[in-house]
């Protein structure tokens, strides 16, 4: 099963799958890791497991509609059955993703509908919650705001900061990522017009 992954930083969720396939435990191959950013180090962990790689620079197009046209079509030429959002730290224009609705999923570091956009552990522990958490969600034009797949909760701590939280998060991230994409490439999962569709039962 062909993924491309899209990543805008370190890339420990990218290393995760990686792991993941190596290990045997995730029917996929990474065909493409792409990213806006030519010294984020997920492209280094991509070169350093012979995964093609593309780095393209927002600055070089003149609007953000032409790079996203330009990105998804480079992509496109991997024929990827699915593309991942890793910690891709940027808005997609509407159009460039409309044909790839469905076939595009991305990790948020909050339990959605809860926070979305950025300093989401910041939030949870401003709002006094008592758990946290991360959702893998279907891709669509409102920011963070497609159907959900499958979410990982941990409790919040006494005495946590942002940086003890997101830590202890990231763990669950790389898990819930790989069960999540073991879910679509076994065909379990799919996006349906009332949400999404997992083992025939609207979730
Ligand atoms: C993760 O917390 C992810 O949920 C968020 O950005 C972070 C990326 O981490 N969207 P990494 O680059 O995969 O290490």
């Avoid at 522990?125 to 946290?132: K, M, R």
């Avoid at 939280?165 to 017009?193: C, F, M, N, P, T």
Wanted: charged share 20%; with cysteine; aromatic share 4%.
């Amino acid at each position: 099963f062909p993924i491309a992954v899209l990543a805008s930083g370190r890339g420990s969720n990218l290393q995760a799958l990686i792991d993941a396939q190596r290990a045997g435990h995730l029917p996929i191959k990474i065909v493409l890791v792409a990213s806006d950013k030519a010294h984020a180090y997920a492209l280094r962990r991509a070169e350093e497991a012979g995964i093609a790689t593309l780095a393209l620079d927002p600055k070089s197009y003149p609007d953000r509609a032409a790079f996203d046209a330009e990105l998804f079509a480079r992509i496109a030429e991997y024929q990827p059955g699915l593309i991942v959002l890793a910690g891709f730290m940027r808005i997609l224009d509407p159009g460039a993703l409309a044909p790839w609705v469905g076939r595009i999923v991305n990790i948020h570091p909050s339990l959605l509908p809860k926070y979305r956009g950025l300093h989401t552990h910041q939030r949870a522990l401003d709002a006094g919650d008592a758990t946290h958490g991360a959702s893998v969600h279907y891709v669509t034009a409102e920011l963070d705001g497609g159907p959900t797949i499958a979410q990982a909760e941990i409790p919040v701590l006494a005495g946590d900061t942002s940086e003890t939280l997101a830590g202890r998060l990231l763990d669950q991230e790389h898990r819930l990522l790989v069960a999540s994409i073991a879910l679509i490439a076994a065909g379990r999962v799919a996006l349906a017009d009332a949400g999404v569709l997992c083992d025939g039962t609207l979730l």
